[in-house]
């Protein structure tokens, strides 16, 4: 088939390429998403491929391929991408989509931030999922380093749509190995579907200092479903309220767990390049003209 064209984004420093599917009936390829991942100008942390719809009253639906070819349920930060890219096409504000997590809904704020809702958090150790029954997820037993004096231990773990464990430290964030230790937690025998490993330092309860470990990307600047895990688990575990500003790597996102359970996502997106690639191969052109 012919190439599809493409949008090179960031959320908050969260490399993401928005890929124009519809209209197709192929799919990016894994091999196509490694490809493209090993060109440093098109290096990313998700493809958010755009579908045709498959249910009524959605928009698109949303297929969401990590850095090393494997599909993933949730994506914040590339979905306020798709919304920023589709808004700036259609000037339509608000869109609903479908992932493999279920509808989502995306809207464009008049200030140019895109928020989505993310859905509802899950908490049930089958829901995440883990391996073995935790009666209680606000903190499993897990850890990091000596039995008797670990560096890490007993992350809440939740799923936003994909599996999270929140990791609590009262220090620096930055004072962890999580580059080290990220991909051993990330494929530990308790998460069957692997997980997204994060810190969290509560600074108050509205600021929270968020590092993340992304599953099938590995560091990142900004995961936008491991800022919502944590704000859940900490409002859950009574270390913050129900809305509150994570500090990323990348900058600032608000999210806010709202009474009907709903957790909003609100950061902004940022379009570098254009392009068109191929879904199978990765082979790419860049756009001469970048669109705006």
């Known amino acids: 088939m012919s190439t599809a064209p493409f949008l090179k984004m960031n959320g908050l420093g969260n490399e993401i390429i928005v890929a124009d599917m519809r209209g197709r009936s192929d799919r990016v390829t894994p091999a196509a998403a490694i490809a493209i991942n090993a060109d440093p100008a098109t290096k990313f942390d998700q493809i958010m491929a755009i579908h045709e ?6 928009f698109a639906y949303i297929e969401i391929i990590n850095s090393d070819g494997s599909r993933a349920e949730a994506c914040g930060n590339g979905m306020r991408c798709v919304v920023q890219s589709l808004a700036a096409e259609t000037g339509q504000k608000s869109f609903v989509f479908e992932t493999i997590a279920g509808i989502l809904t995306g809207d464009e704020l008049a200030d140019g931030r895109i928020t989505v809702d993310m859905g509802k958090p899950r908490f049930g150790w ?50 962890h190995a999580l580059d080290r230790f990220g ?33 099938g990307a590995g560091l990142t ?37 709202r009474d009907d359970d709903h957790v909003m996502l609100t950061g902004p997106a940022e379009f570098e390049f254009a392009g068109t690639f191929d879904p199978a191969t990765g082979n790419w052109t860049r756009q001469q003209q970048d669109v705006a």
């Open 53 to 58: 719809p498959r249910t009524p009253g959605t």
């Open 126 to 175: 089958q829901d995440i999922p883990l391996a073995e029954e935790f009666y209680d997820t606000t903190g499993i037993e897990l850890q990091v380093g000596p039995i008797d004096k670990p560096l890490l231990h007993t992350p809440s773990v939740a799923s936003m749509g994909n599996p999270h464990a929140t990791f609590w430290v009262e220090d620096d964030v930055w004072g």
């Open 183 to 215: 991909p051993l937690l990330e494929n530990h025998p308790i998460f069957p579907e692997r997980a997204n490993i994060s810190l969290a330092q509560v600074l108050s309860p509205d600021h929270i200092i968020l590092r993340t470990w992304e599953r």
């Open 221 to 257: 600047r900004a995961c936008g479903t491991a800022a919502c895990a944590a704000l859940v688990n900490a409002a859950r575990t009574k270390r913050t309220g129900r809305k509150a500003t994570l500090t990323l790597p990348g900058g600032d996102l608000v999210v806010e767990w």
